[in-house]
């Protein structure tokens, strides 16, 4: 067991200018997982109500993730309900039920203990550092986290950085938890409380990596239709994650290779609905892509 | 004679969250020639009032500008005063004085008729056309525009297009001329009315280039300390041809280049107030940076 992702499964509502979903799959752990499969086999850990369609558990472990950590507990998923504006980047939260997800405290399975690699999808920070404990000495933590808990536990989310490797956040978030305007500024502020790597997410702008010796910029593909924007974060750190693993190694190189591969994984699942296009995806596709990513900024 | 630059040639008063700066030399001019003066000697098209410094005029023709077609005027030079948020893309315009600028219908000094590569920088749409039919068979058009004009002379702008290479814009102004609202989309329906090239500009996320066979994207400079981002785009611009008059070739690769250099010229003027750093800068810096961002994007 080398990755291990903890997030969120949910149903999603999305709205967007030109369509809407009802209760679709959805979660920061469905979106990461499925899209670091791709690269590896993750293990998840989250909680499901016992209306989780097992359609989608079967997909799975069709797909290589290792489900033994995904509780389903009597009662209703996790629900989240969002509106997105003509600019995807801006995106209105409608409702969130936390039903089954409320009082989650995962116990590790036994074997998930070992993991090198730790993502700690967005969930209440206290949550986030209560399962990090429970891993024995993974070789790199990751985290992410959204606006909601920078404004209600700051606190937590700081002593947590300290505990963390790699941090992911978007370019408001990064600037709203270390009180600066400038971005770089604002990262660089962030990677003196503990992380070695912040990685600001730009949606439509792509990522930026601030390293304490490097930084490393990727654009995001030029789409000209972005069906659904849900899970693209969490697609790009399934995608950097997932070849981190794969290839066993955390160079500066590999960093920035993850990065695009990230940015490449957030690409596809932009093209459709929830998790639509990770049903048809394939590896061949995924090298074209980055292959193309490479074209596109070469000079 | 190969590059003509058409622009204005202002005084600003610019107030940024920390400092203000009142009636310092600025337009779309003086930033597009200066930063063209790193790599070639571009000529100038515009007015200046009585009042413009003697001292600007001299460090235009130190740096090689050929000032010919740069009139002076009796009456007050073109004023521009504007406020900029804590995002440096914000920015509101608190007053504008045409003043001499009003009924500027140059003609173009002959030596100029000739140019090879003619930028019409921001004004008038009618203007830009005016000075655009004065010139015989230049090889490459260019032009920059803003919001007003797209809102009071779309039609003037959008027939312009028709005679036009290179249409540089921002993200805003790219999707409100072309009524899209994704970008790419918005890009791409503009290379049907008559560019070959479609330049948006970005800011502090970089900028992406449409072409009819190629797209590239160039990050921007990860900069800490936004001192002034007036003229950014404008020496963007500067850079971009002024490369492209330097290697005398038009080729894909070149306006990759280009897109770089001006990148790389954008990057150095917003580091101090108005045309305060491009008194210092040295070409080394330039050659220093343009590796810099190489390095930026690889992996």
Known sequence: MKLV????????TIETPFARRERIVGGSGTYCSLAASFFTTPGIVGVVGSDFPEE??????????????LEIKEGKTFFWEARYGNDPNERTTIRTELNVFKD???????????????????IDPDQQDGILNQFEAPHLVAMDTINLWIRE?????????????VFFANDEEIKMLSQETNLVKAGKKLLQRGPSLIV?????????????DFTFGVIAHPCDEVVDPTG???????????????????????FRRAAVYGSVMASFVIEDFGIERFKTLTTQEIKE?????KKLVSF
């Not at 992702?5 to 999603?12: H, T």
């Not at 989650?104 to 967005?122: D, Q, T």
């Not at 974060?233 to 190189?253: E, I, N, Q």
């Open 56 to 69: 989608t558990v079967n997909f799975f472990k069709e797909r290589g993730i290792d489900t033994t950590g």
């Open 153 to 165: 536990k700051p606190r937590s989310l700081l002593e947590l950085l300290e505990k963390v490797d």
């Open 104 to 122: 989650f405290k995962p116990v590790l399975p036994p074997e998930y203990r070992k993991a090198g690699i730790v993502f700690l999808g967005n």
């Open 232 to 254: 693209a974060g969490d697609s790009f750190a399934g995608g950097f994650l997932g070849y981190l693993d794969k290839v066993k190694s955390l160079t500066t190189r590999d």
């Open 289 to 293: 892509r980055f292959i193309y990513f």
């Open 5 to 12: 992702i903890v997030g969120s499964f949910a149903f999603d």
């Open 200 to 212: 600001i997410k730009k949606g439509e702008h792509g990522a930026l990596l601030l390293g304490k």
